[in-house]
């Protein structure tokens, strides 16, 4: 599995402009809905329970917030930039402006775990996530993902 595999080109958004932790999940609820075919509700409600267990916030500006839906056939990503980030209760209290997003099977069990393992591996790329957080928009962060 790769990050070509986990997202499409209209699943990556550079530069989004949100003001908080709430807008930015609402963000990808709502970009999110047309690839999984759930609503946006839904979507909102499961990224933001999971956020409650805990902070998907990994540190150096980076979070990778995800859940499971019972009604999805595979797992779907989305990567966003945030314009001057965002406060996201990460372990080292930095805003966090380099976001990856998975929505899961319930029943993926190991598979979701493993597209955590690889996103989280492609993420501490520091080259590769200053090329992004750098992205004048869509087209250049898709590139930097295809690499």
């Known amino acids: 599995m790769d990050m070509q595999e986990l997202m499409q080109p209209k699943n990556v958004c550079a530069r989004v402009s949100v003001a908080s932790k709430k807008q930015l999940l609402q963000e990808i609820a709502k970009h999110m809905t047309a690839v999984?075919?759930?609503?946006?509700?839904?979507?909102?409600d499961i990224l933001?329970?999971?956020?409650?267990?805990?902070?998907?916030?990994?540190?150096?500006?980076i979070a990778i917030p995800h859940g499971k839906l019972s009604d999805i056939k595979r797992i779907h990503g989305m990567l966003l930039t945030v314009q001057g980030g965002v406060d996201f209760d990460?372990?080292?209290?930095?805003?966090?402006d380099l976001?990856?997003?998975?929505?899961?099977?319930?029943?993926?069990?190991?598979?979701?775990?493993r597209a955590l393992a690889m996103v989280s591996r492609f993420l501490r790329d520091p080259e590769k996530c200053a090329a992004m957080r750098r992205a004048e928009g869509n087209e250049d962060l898709w590139r930097i993902i295809c690499g």
């Open 48 to 61: 933001l329970e999971r956020e409650r267990l805990g902070s998907t916030g990994m540190g150096n500006g």
């Open 36 to 44: 999984v075919g759930c609503p946006e509700q839904r979507i909102f």
């Open 99 to 113: 976001i990856c997003a998975l929505i899961a099977p319930e029943d993926a069990g190991g598979d979701h775990l």
């Open 90 to 96: 990460a372990p080292d209290d930095k805003p966090v």
